[in-house]
């Protein structure tokens, strides 16, 4: 039997040819349509094709950030990068147009600086720091008419225009109930299959792998539920809904991985709950009777309990669960409390979503993380910059742009960035170059800017495919502006970036090198810490225990992804992480035992001899990884872990 493709090949090449995998997001292709093109017509017709270029563009990379998820986390995903933009075109215009070359570099690298540190804070600062330099460079070097302040507005333009139709366009199938929650809907429910094929892996070997799924499934929910319009008191029925619903999955969560960490299997009735739940969440009936567990050890017990204040939460109807009374009734609460032990509180923590406090922010931006992010970034775009100049190219701004794509570690590794980039900047321009040559102008050029829009968010999957769709776009866009085409110019100025950046991405940093990943997992560490203080402590606050559980698995798989990233390098980059993935696995292992103890306590409140030798060896082992991956340096994490 022939071994996949993916064990044969070394890891920086087995990434750069790993594509995401899923069904067409056929909303988003619409979307894609909408935007850009119709932009583009509408300046063309009233004569106005740099204007219409602009907002094209606010429209494309707004594009990009299109995700799946709820219309209002798309408001922030979407909103704070064209924020970013429009303010790096203003700068970008207006420091293009007074001053020479090397002070124009020393303020495009200024802001590489500061934007690659602020990158490091997480995705959507990603893209704001993406967008701002970006525009920063398109600003300095696009030959527009227009003043800085008329650019900036018509680019917000673009970026407006796909939220508004983010916001009105109703997802195909989601009319039958409030379309405006579908994204939130299928999120929640998501949570509550995760539980059930989590219960269902209890005892197998496929329990670890199901129990990431579910924080990711966790993780999904919660920025479903964090944008606008969703405070401490919801605007409407359908919102306090899902926030009960969303509350509700908490206590299950906890329950499933407690009963996966004991390690036996379950009948298939367990699972049969959850499940029923996630059909009432889609369809916003009632789930009906829910099979209750039996109670024989303290996480099915916990279980039961959960899915009787779940029943409660999903219908406030006092009705009976397989001969139980509803969770009122069973727990002697008044119905006032849907969940039980504060769970109001709860539902407001919960959903407080990691909320970011400026000291927090201020010490990622200047972490170990935000200062090697920034160095590079800042190195690259500036080299970029005065390189580009020198060779006084008329789309000298290209290069710069380029490589801020180019230098993003969230994007993946670097030298999959690099081959794909310059695949899909070599396909994309050869197949605009046909196109160009039989295509009528301008009808032709905007009928392809609105494909090439419409194809963006399934192209985002792979990063060679959306290299090439945004190359034949981009492209159209320059043209449709009066600039003649430049095809090959963008192959020689794309192929030019990549040696840069790889140059900069093996030359020596300040400080020790996989400063992201070393960040990620200091704040796992942290994480760790303060959920297995909080249970060992004796508090009774399951609110507080449910946050900060939440917060645990969160750092958690943020730290496993940058270690994975790190890993797919090429070996002479690589090698500066290694030993990292055991300090995570050891401390995923430390923290599904934290939440079984958190359950043994509720039930029993005192732990077994088995609990307390499980933390005890992963303490030790932890604390022994740490040192062996060169984590331990001072007073770290671990050291106060072992305290």
């Not at 840069?500 to 560490?525: D, K, S």
């Amino acid at each position: 039997m022939s071994r996949p493709l993916s064990t044969v090949l070394p890891p920086w090449l087995a990434h750069a040819l790993r594509a995401q995998r899923g069904p067409v997001p056929w909303n988003a292709v619409v979307r894609g349509a909408l935007a850009a093109g119709p932009l583009l017509l509408a300046a063309v017709l009233a004569g106005r094709e740099s204007l219409g270029v602009v907002a094209a563009l606010g429209a494309m990379l707004a594009g990009i950030n299109d995700r799946p998820g709820s219309r209002r986390a798309a408001v922030h995903r979407i909103g704070v990068p064209g924020l970013a933009g429009a303010a790096g075109l203003v700068v970008g215009t207006y420091a293009g147009e007074g001053l020479g070359a090397v002070p124009l570099t020393l303020i495009l690298t200024g802001l590489g600086l500061v934007a690659g540190a602020v990158s490091a804070v997480g995705p959507v600062a990603s893209g704001a720091g993406t967008q701002l330099l970006v525009a920063a460079a398109i600003g300095a070097g696009m030959p527009l008419p227009e003043p800085g302040w008329q650019r900036a507005l018509f680019f917000l333009g673009g970026a407006g225009w796909l939220i508004v139709l983010r916001l009105a366009l109703p997802t195909p199938g989601a009319l039958a109930n409030d379309f405006r929650f579908d994204g939130e809907r299928v999120a929640v429910a998501g949570v509550y299959d995760a539980i059930a094929e989590l219960l269902d892996g209890a005892g197998r070997g496929e329990a670890g792998a199901r129990r990431a799924a579910l924080t990711a499934a966790l993780d999904h929910a919660q920025d479903a539920l964090a944008g606008p319009r969703l405070r401490r008191y919801a605007s409407s029925s359908a919102e306090r809904r899902l926030r009960a619903q969303y509350a509700a999955a908490l206590p299950l969560a906890e329950a499933a991985t407690a009963l996966a960490w004991a390690g036996e299997a379950l009948p298939a009735r367990t699972a049969e709950g959850p499940r029923r739940l996630a059909v009432a969440v889609r369809t916003g009936e009632p789930s009906g009777p829910l099979p209750a567990p039996a109670r024989s050890v303290p996480g099915l017990r916990a279980l039961d309990d959960a899915l009787l204040h779940a029943a409660e939460a999903f219908d406030r109807g006092g009705r009976r669960i397989d001969g139980k009374e509803g969770a009122a009734a069973h727990h002697g609460d008044s119905g006032t409390d849907p969940l039980g032990h504060g769970a109001r509180k709860t539902a407001h923590k919960g959903l407080h979503l990691r909320p970011l406090r400026a000291k927090a922010l201020l010490r990622t931006v200047t972490g170990a993380g935000g200062r090697e992010y920034g160095f590079r970034v800042a190195l690259s775009y500036g080299a970029s910059a005065a390189v580009a100049q020198t060779l006084h190219h008329v789309h000298w701004y290209w290069l710069p742009a380029t490589a801020v794509f180019l230098v993003k570690p969230d994007l993946g590794p670097l030298v999959s960035r690099v081959l794909n980039r310059a695949a899909g900047t070599v396909f994309g321009a050869l197949l605009f170059a046909g196109f160009a040559a039989v295509l009528p102008r301008p009808e032709g050029l905007v009928a392809l800017v609105a494909v090439s829009g419409a194809l963006i968010p399934v192209a985002t999957r792979h990063f060679a495919a959306q290299t090439a769709v945004v190359t034949v776009l981009v492209l159209a866009l320059v043209m449709v502006g009066g600039e003649p085409e430049a095809s090959w110019s963008r192959i020689g100025e794309t192929l030019l970036a990549c040696a840069i950046v790889l140059i900069v991405g093996h030359l020596p940093a300040p400080g020790q090198r996989g400063g992201n990943v070393r960040a990620r997992l200091a704040a796992a560490t942290d994480a760790a810490h303060a959920y297995l203080g909080h249970v060992l402590s004796g508090t009774d606050d399951r609110a507080a225990r449910w946050a900060l559980r939440r917060e645990a698995y969160r750092t958690l798989a943020e730290a496993r992804a940058a270690i994975e990233r790190a890993s797919a390098e090429l070996p002479t980059l690589a090698r500066h992480t290694e030993g990292t993935d055991e300090v995570a696995t050891t401390l995923e292992r430390l923290v599904d035992t934290t939440t079984a103890c958190a359950v043994h306590l509720d039930d029993t409140g005192r732990l077994t001899p088995r609990h307390t030798e499980r933390l005890a060896t992963l303490l030790d082992e932890l604390v022994e990884q740490r040192e062996r991956a060169g984590l331990s340096e001072g007073k770290g994490p671990g050291e106060r872990l072992t305290a």
